[in-house]
């Protein structure tokens, strides 16, 4: 749904791709600017995940019927199953407005943090942009990996391949990890990767268990504004920061063997009928089907095990 400037006591303060971040109207000032992150006097934040879908740097049209809600379904799923991680999830709403009946199942209630400008991308296995530079060069984000790897070959190890997070508008760019030592300092740069390699680790084998692949994801992380712990915000493990595959479909090979649970529907569809030079097609309507139910599937998958 498109965003108001108020509803329910929350007034909108930013949109991102895919989220639409909303502030309680009581602790705003007048004197109050948005600069990326939530309002230094917000005692929360509701994160409102939209049925947009983006591909490529571009919000497309139309969006995924019921994507908010499964997004939302997927990554409370996440936090809960990480829950030795430190996260965002504010379960005290105590002293805020009550959550806007039409943002009910598809928002979560956050304590603001302090965004750190990385995403921490963890790749398992060789695909997507990796596999086109290892095509070219035998690296992925400038790592060497061995000779002979196909695409969605597993990596000998999981990679860290950090990026900078962009402005809205522009894209993101991968960075070393000396970079981000750089962005963020040596001790929260190490803290990063290794928080990242951790629960890329937890997360893969739960998924595991459930016939699942997680062949790649990005996590974004904060500093807690009372505590100064790193601590993991945004979404998590869902269908639009991560790779999932077929665990089964993948051991049996052929050309299915990738299909994942995610948008990668729409980006070959768009690789296929679009050169990038003018604003990207409408998506059809078998191709936003087909979408939602891989979303919709992969939530049965991991929740379920079937």
């Known amino acids: 749904m498109p965003v108001s400037e108020s509803l329910g006591g929350w ?62 379904e997927l990554s409370l799923w996440w936090f809960s199953q990480l829950s030795t991680v430190p996260n965002h999830l504010d379960h005290d709403a105590s002293g805020v407005p009550e959550i806007p009946a039409p943002f009910v199942g598809r928002s979560m209630l956050v304590r603001p943090l302090d965004m750190f400008p990385v995403e921490c991308v963890v790749r398992g296995y060789l695909t997507g942009s990796g596999w086109k530079e290892y095509r070219q060069s035998q690296t992925v984000c400038g790592i ?10 597993r990596l000998p190890e999981p990679l860290y391949t950090p990026a900078w997070k962009a402005p809205m508008g522009e894209h993101d760019e991968n960075i070393s990890y000396e970079r981000t030592v750089e ?18 680790a937890q997360a893969s084998a739960i998924a595991a268990a459930r016939g699942v692949i997680l062949a790649d994801t990005k996590f974004e992380f904060g500093a807690d504004r009372e505590t100064g712990i790193v601590t993991l915000g945004d979404e998590v493990l869902t269908s639009d920061s991560s790779r999932f595959w077929d665990a089964h479909a993948y051991a049996a090979g052929g050309p299915d063997r990738l299909a994942s649970f995610d948008k990668q529907i729409v980006r070959d569809w768009l690789s296929a009928n679009w050169d990038g030079d003018i604003e990207p097609p409408t998506l059809p309507s078998e191709i936003v089907e087909k979408t939602a139910g891989r979303y919709r599937e992969l939530i049965t998958r991991l929740t379920t095990g079937v």
């Not at 060497?144 to 070959?153: F, R, S, T, V």
């Not at 962005?183 to 890329?200: H, K, N, P």
């Open 11 to 72: 007034t909108h303060v930013y949109s991102g791709k895919v989220r639409d971040l909303y502030v309680p109207t009581d602790s705003m000032t007048d004197d109050d600017s948005w600069t990326g992150d939530p309002f230094l006097t917000a005692p929360a934040v509701l994160v409102v995940a939209s049925d947009r879908v983006s591909a490529f740097d571009h919000v497309l049209e139309p969006g995924i019927p019921g994507k908010g809600e499964l997004l939302t």
């Open 144 to 153: 060497p990996l061995p000779a002979g790897l196909q695409d969605g070959d």
């Open 183 to 200: 962005l963020v300092g040596e001790v929260v740069a190490e803290q990063l990767r290794t928080l990242s390699l951790d629960i890329f």
